[in-house]
Structures are given as structure tokens and as C-alpha cells.
């Protein structure tokens, strides 16, 4: 069972303009929560993480939102640029990011000029 | 700093083979490797846990004996194939997590590039 959804597999952007991508968990134990982004046939890059113990982590362009109550999170990214087109996958552990991860299916976000 | 190798980055087999992939930690000590599959437009699937010096955690559904790993040293992991089949056919990533101490973060999940796994 999937327990890290991402519910679009895709989302189209014009550049300049805010990209938002969003995430659900089912697992209450999940207390670390990051972003990847990955090209085809590439390891995934991390982007930015969140704890629980945190609403909101800033890093540049790319800022995320977590909602506990609602086991939520997103990732906008602002401005967006034609480099952000990718696959973007959320990914969620009981413990920081040195514990296994469960990822979701992702989302394939295109950046359009 | 803080670069993970997988080699092969792709390898085509027969049906029935085995196919060993390699995963390094080319700057930094791994206490603890962990080992996924993609297969297309899907997650990144957890198959298995590896530590230095004792033997692998599968997670669920995932066959100890098909999928051996090998977690020899600090900075080696190999999962080897066994027997493969067209089914297994898949992207396999693995990721590592550094040691302690050595200057970089140590709750980190540094990923490696994948290796391409097309069985015939």
C-alpha cells in the first residue's frame, strides 16, 4: 500500500509563474519529510526537507508547506524556470533522512517558456 | 563531497543469469546502504536495508535469496540478481548514509545515478 501519494502524476507551468506540488501521507509515524527531483535514469537530487516539527522550510526558489492535521505537504516553487522540468518525488520516514524512505509515485513537472 | 557510484549504469542479461551492481561511496564512509527499484512511472520502491558487517533487512515481498546484497566494507554494497527474469527488469538505485564525523551530514540519504536492468 502506498503510504506517500502524489495525486498528480503532472502539472504544466508557465515560467515566471509559481509551481505547486503537493503531497499526502497516510502514515502517522512519519516525522521527516523531503523533496527530490529526478531526471530519467538518474539517482534523485535532494531539494529541501521539512520535520514535523516545523510548518514551513525556505531554501532559495523552492519553500515547503507541511499541515500535520491534515498529512499534507507541498512544495511551490517560485519563480519557476524551464531547468525545474523534471520528476518530482516526496518522500517521508520515521526519523531523518539516514532511515528509509518511502517515496511517492511523483510528479512530472513541465516548465514551459 | 558526498558522491555515491553504481556500476553498471546499465547492463542487458539473458534470462536466468545473474547481474551483480555495485554501490560506492566515493568520499565518505556508509554505515548504512539502502537498495530501491523503479520500475516506469512508479516510486522508488525500499527492497532492502544493507549494514557494514552484518547481513541485509528485505523489506516485505522482496526475495532474500533472489536479491543478495553484500555490504563487504565502508564504502561497497553490491546487490546481486540471481536468476534473473524479464520481471526483474528495472531501475535499481541505491543510496547511502554517511558515518559520523567526517565533516558532511550524517542524516543525509546521498543517492547514487541507478543502474539500468533490462532482462531478456
Known amino acids: 500500500d502506498q503510504q506517500v501519494k502524489q495525486n498528480s502524476p503532472s502539472l504544466s507551468v508557465q515560467e515566471g509563474r509559481i509551481s505547486i506540488l503537493n503531497c499526502d501521507y497516510t502514515n502517522s509515524m512519519f516525522d521527516y519529510f523531503l523533496w527530490y527531483k529526478k531526471y530519467p535514469a538518474e539517482g534523485p537530487t535532494f531539494l529541501i526537507s521539512?520535520?514535523?516539527?516545523?510548518d514551513k522550510n525556505e531554501d532559495g526558489r523552492f519553500t515547503v508547506f507541511l499541515n500535520k492535521s491534515a498529512k499534507h505537504l507541498s512544495l511551490h516553487i517560485v519563480p519557476s524556470q524551464p531547468g525545474d522540468s523534471a520528476v518530482y518525488f516526496c518522500a517521508a520516514s520515521a526519523g531523518n533522512s539516514g532511515y528509509a524512505l518511502n517515496f511517492g509515485k511523483g510528479t512530472s513537472l513541465l516548465v514551459t517558456p | 563531497g558526498a558522491v555515491v557510484s553504481q556500476h553498471p549504469s546499465w547492463v542487458i542479461c539473458k534470462s536466468g543469469t545473474s547481474v551483480k551492481i555495485e554501490c560506492r561511496s566515493l568520499d565518505f564512509q556508509a554505515t548504512t546502504m539502502f537498495w530501491y527499484r523503479q520500475f516506469p512511472k512508479q516510486s522508488l520502491m525500499l527492497m532492502a536495508t544493507?549494514?557494514?558487517?552484518?547481513?541485509?533487512?528485505?523489506e516485505q515481498g522482496v526475495e532474500k535469496d533472489k536479491f543478495l546484497i553484500n555490504h563487504a566494507s565502508l564504502t561497497l554494497s553490491t546487490l546481486t540478481v540471481t536468476s534473473a527474469h524479464p520481471e526483474d527488469s528495472s531501475f535499481y538505485i541505491c543510496?547511502?548514509?554517511?558515518?559520523?564525523?567526517?565533516?558532511?551530514?550524517?542524516?543525509?540519504?546521498?543517492f547514487g545515478p541507478g543502474t539500468r536492468l533490462t532482462v531478456l
Open positions: 544493507s549494514n557494514e558487517g552484518s547481513k541485509a533487512t528485505y
Open positions: 543510496s547511502a548514509v554517511a558515518r559520523s564525523g567526517l565533516g558532511i551530514s550524517t542524516d543525509t540519504q546521498y
Open positions: 521539512i520535520s514535523s516539527i516545523k
